[in-house]
């Protein structure tokens, strides 16, 4: 089973491509299931957009239609889903819990970039510090007690900044690893900074210790390619690199959707 759930669409502004060059590259590298998880628009009370993160709210349903519309189209071919990557923002979780439910989207997946906001709060990727480091876990934790998600999306996501892997990282490893071991939440193994190191060298996630100290404590983990371009999905490496690394973890194939067959 080939599966993955984590794809952008140009709309957020750092991603390109049409929806449907994504779904045909799925086909082509043999996914039985396609799933979008564009960033989610918050409808932000200030009036405030942030069009190189994430689409404005105004497209949201236009989002949905045409990802629903592809499901339609190539569902002989392969099962696409549609959902969101979203952030732990407490003002706004009752609006997003309402609106998986009105739009029916297949899932959420909780991708913590900010700090209770990206208007006001830090950028996770860009902790520095154990101070920073704990406010991650601590927002990280509260949005899976949330209920809300399939999955933790790139869960090291700190190692984008964070100067090296010491102590405090394996105690984040390890509370974030119970959390979602208590939880029954899986863990995604992300490709996508992988995908860009030739060009950025940069040497994030996913961490290798990190994932030891997963894997020691039983999460159970699930490859996403977090496709911001369809060449992420056409490119094979990265997805086997994946498959080959997690070969003695206990790996998700594919969320388990209620009308999932087989
Ligand atoms: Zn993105
Ligand atoms: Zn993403």
Same mark, same amino acid.
């Given at each position: 089973?080939?599966?993955?759930?984590?794809?952008?669409?140009?709309?957020?502004?750092?991603?390109? &491509?049409?929806?449907? $060059? #994504? =779904? %045909?590259?799925? *086909?082509?590298?043999?996914?039985?299931? @396609?799933?979008?998880?564009?960033?989610?628009?918050?409808?932000?009370?200030?009036?405030?957009?942030?069009?190189?993160?994430?689409?404005?709210?105004?497209?949201?349903?236009?989002?949905?239609?045409?990802?629903?519309?592809?499901?339609?189209?190539?569902?002989?071919?392969?099962?696409?889903?549609?959902?969101?990557?979203?952030?732990?923002?407490?003002?706004?979780?009752?609006?997003?819990?309402?609106?998986?439910?009105?739009?029916?989207?297949?899932?959420?997946?909780?991708?913590?970039?900010?700090?209770?906001?990206?208007?006001?709060?830090?950028?996770?990727?860009?902790?520095?510090?154990? &101070?920073?480091?704990? $406010? #991650? =876990? %601590?927002?990280? *934790?509260?949005?899976?007690?949330?209920? @809300?998600?399939?999955?933790?999306?790139?869960?090291?996501?700190?190692?984008?900044?964070?100067?090296?892997?010491?102590?405090?990282?394996?105690?984040?490893?390890?509370?974030?690893?119970?959390?979602?071991?208590?939880?029954?939440?899986?863990?995604?193994?992300?490709?996508?900074?992988?995908?860009?190191?030739?060009?950025?060298?940069?040497?994030?996630?996913?961490?290798?210790?990190?994932?030891?100290?997963?894997?020691?404590?039983?999460?159970?983990?699930?490859?996403?390619?977090?496709?911001?371009?369809?060449?992420?999905?056409?490119?094979?490496?990265?997805?086997?690199?994946?498959?080959?690394?997690?070969?003695?973890?206990?790996?998700?194939?594919?969320?388990?959707?209620?009308?999932?067959?087989?």
């Amino acid at each position: 089973m080939k599966a993955n759930y984590h794809t952008h669409t140009a709309r957020c502004g750092h991603a390109e &491509g049409t929806d449907e $060059a #994504y =779904v %045909r590259a799925a *086909i082509a590298q043999g996914f039985e299931e @396609l799933g979008f998880s564009d960033h989610v628009p918050w409808p932000y009370r200030s009036g405030y957009t942030h069009p190189r993160v994430r689409m404005h709210i105004d497209r949201l349903d236009e989002y949905v239609s045409s990802i629903r519309a592809l499901a339609d189209r190539y569902a002989d071919q392969i099962r696409v889903r549609v959902g969101f990557e979203c952030e732990n923002f407490p003002e706004y979780m009752g609006w997003l819990a309402d609106m998986a439910q009105e739009k029916q989207l297949d899932y959420l997946i909780l991708g913590n970039h900010y700090d209770g906001s990206d208007e006001t709060g830090m950028y996770f990727g860009n902790a520095r510090t154990p &101070g920073e480091l704990a $406010a #991650y =876990v %601590r927002s990280t *934790i509260d949005g899976l007690r949330t209920g @809300l998600f399939a999955y933790l999306a790139h869960p090291d996501l700190f190692m984008r900044g964070y100067p090296r892997f010491d102590e405090n990282c394996r105690a984040a490893a390890r509370e974030l690893s119970q959390a979602c071991r208590a939880l029954d939440i899986p863990m995604e193994y992300n490709a996508h900074d992988r995908f860009w190191q030739p060009v950025t060298h940069s040497r994030s996630y996913p961490h290798p210790e990190f994932f030891a100290i997963a894997r020691s404590e039983g999460v159970r983990v699930i490859i996403g390619l977090d496709a911001h371009e369809p060449r992420e999905l056409s490119d094979p490496e990265q997805w086997n690199r994946a498959v080959q690394e997690l070969s003695d973890f206990e790996r998700l194939e594919r969320l388990p959707f209620a009308d999932a067959q087989g």
